[in-house]
């Protein structure tokens, strides 16, 4: 395998690139966004990610009921201090209206963080129970079957799952370098070919094709499954690899940090043709990427809440109404060229799409 530039040039600081080859083809212009109905939640409650199976199976998450006070005394710092702790919850657009979910075994002090639905009835959680008790917090998985959400136990203590993949017969996990496997019931662990005695390592984003094809990225390279073993990619070991994008398994995206020698690195996407590999116009900031039904990119920065659009070699801010608020996280609505985003103001929570 070889990688192929097809970028004339890149900055090193985040500002939009411009390519001098082939460039990815100009999709029609979205839809606008417009403001959505906001599922009718306690005060002081913010959605902190979004997933969807159809445009009438769209699941959100997040907190509700949150009471805290910031502080600042110039000399002694700031913070906050937490009044109420927030109550995790789960909530179901079917089209019309919104359903709630209480969530078993957060214990009234939780904040659910990724929500992925892979259908009506695969649907997993991920959150830390006790947020704010840097001490105390651990993390908090459920699964939905259908029926009922049902808690389940993390691998070991060591282990904080996070960046939930499911598949049609189970759901991949990274816990800092290693991989697991929910299935049958049970966890597996498995190689994720970890470089030896290494530290500051961790596995990023994991992005399923089907049950027998999945990508992952991490500080040592890009990972693929092929239904019997995790094995890297080896021409990428100068990289590391935060987010990873498997529409299929002849286009796959991946955005890192790219080693240009001594203790400068620069921003970098790549893209997997099944051949080979392209380089295309970074990130700003190795943002989320999403890609709707219509062949559009978008990267989404939920810290700062930004968006962004790929127009042909470029990446455009998109500014969606979010009314004082942040975007928290987004999803493409499959088979559609539609796009959910969510997020929360001081009080309420945001809800955004361009259906």
């Not at 500080?219 to 995790?230: E, K, M, N, S």
């Not at 498997?246 to 790219?258: I, L």
């Amino acid at each position: 395998m070889r990688v192929r530039f097809w970028v004339a040039a890149f900055l090193l600081v985040p500002l939009l690139t411009a390519t001098a080859g082939p460039a990815e083809a100009r999709a029609a212009e979205p839809k606008p966004f417009k403001g959505a109905a906001a599922p009718w939640l306690w005060a002081r409650s913010g959605l902190e990610t979004v997933s969807a199976t159809g445009p009438n199976d769209v699941w959100a998450a997040g907190y509700q009921g949150y009471q805290g006070v910031d502080w600042s005394i110039p000399g002694f710092g700031a913070g906050t201090i937490h009044v109420l702790p927030p109550k995790a919850m789960v909530v179901r657009w079917n089209g019309s209206t919104w359903q709630t979910y209480d969530m078993p075994g957060t214990e009234g002090d939780a904040v659910i963080q990724q929500i992925e639905a892979q259908s009506p009835t695969n649907v997993w959680a991920v959150g830390t129970i006790r947020p704010n008790d840097s001490t105390g917090s651990k993390p908090y998985l459920a699964h939905w079957d259908g029926s009922a959400w049902r808690q389940v136990q993390r691998p070991d203590d060591g282990c904080w799952p996070s960046k939930v993949a499911p598949d049609s017969t189970g759901a991949w996990f990274p816990c800092w370098t290693g991989l697991y496997r929910w299935e049958n019931g049970s966890w597996t662990e498995h190689d994720a070919g970890t470089p030896p005695g290494a530290c500051c390592v961790t596995i990023g984003q994991i992005s399923v094709v089907s049950d027998d094809s999945a990508w992952a990225a991490s500080t040592w390279g890009i990972l693929h499954w092929d239904g019997q073993r995790w094995t890297k990619v080896h021409d990428l070991d100068d990289s590391y690899w935060h987010t990873v994008l498997a529409v299929s398994d002849t286009d796959v995206w991946v955005t890192g940090r790219q080693s240009t020698g001594g203790n400068v690195n620069r921003n970098v996407t790549l893209r997997w043709n099944g051949s080979t590999w392209q380089e295309g116009p970074a990130t700003p900031a190795n943002e989320r990427l999403i890609r709707t039904g219509d062949g559009t990119m978008w990267a989404l920065q939920p810290f700062w809440g930004e968006l962004y659009r790929l127009d042909g070699d470029t990446w455009t801010r998109v500014y969606p109404p979010v009314n004082g608020g942040r975007l928290t996280g987004g999803t493409a609505v499959p088979g559609t060229p539609s796009m959910w985003l969510v997020g929360k103001t001081k009080n309420v929570p945001v809800v955004i799409n361009n259906s």
